[in-house]
């Protein structure tokens, strides 16, 4: 068993078997499943809870892959501006949702965090992270769907 990157079977193995079973019956979701729903923004700020714990940039990355629903932040952003109500939370609105969650916390823990900011240099110059997500990086500071609150 692993949570947030430790590995937990030694402190567990000392339990009592009911205390075990307690523990092992506690299922978190995934933090990196980026199934679009309702519980998206939950995963989110819990791939945060694993880079506060570990430091480890995967988090980082995959909260910055997020950047890549621009369309679905821009259809979004249209459906306001129009006064139109969505009448269910479809795929789409939460992506445009999530986008804008998810560059405005890159926006503001990297200018106060020295190793977001390091980890999101990397993924600027990586030739691993898709061109459309570099592009959202390097306009990080000066988008407004990132920084007007």
């Known amino acids: 068993m692993s949570e947030a990157g430790y590995t937990t079977g030694p402190l567990v193995s000392v339990l009592k078997e009911d205390e075990r079973t307690v523990i092992s019956s506690a299922h978190l979701p995934d933090p ?26 995967e988090p980082v990355r995959a909260i910055a892959s997020m950047l890549a629903w621009r369309a679905d932040y821009d259809k979004f952003a249209e459906m306001q501006k ?18 804008t969650a998810a560059g405005w916390s890159l926006y503001s823990l990297s200018r106060n965090d020295g190793l977001v900011a390091d980890y999101l240099d990397a993924l600027k110059s990586s030739p691993d992270t898709p061109a459309n997500v570099k592009l959202e990086l390097a306009n990080l500071y000066t988008n407004p769907a990132f920084t007007k609150r």
Request: glycine fraction near 6%; aromatic fraction near 12%; proline fraction near 7%.
């Open 32 to 57: 990196f499943d980026m199934k679009p729903d309702r519980t998206l923004p939950n995963r989110m700020d819990m791939l945060w809870s694993v880079f506060f714990a570990t430091g480890r940039s």
């Open 82 to 99: 129009t006064g139109q109500k969505p009448t269910e939370l479809t795929e789409s609105i939460m992506r445009g949702v999530v986008y």
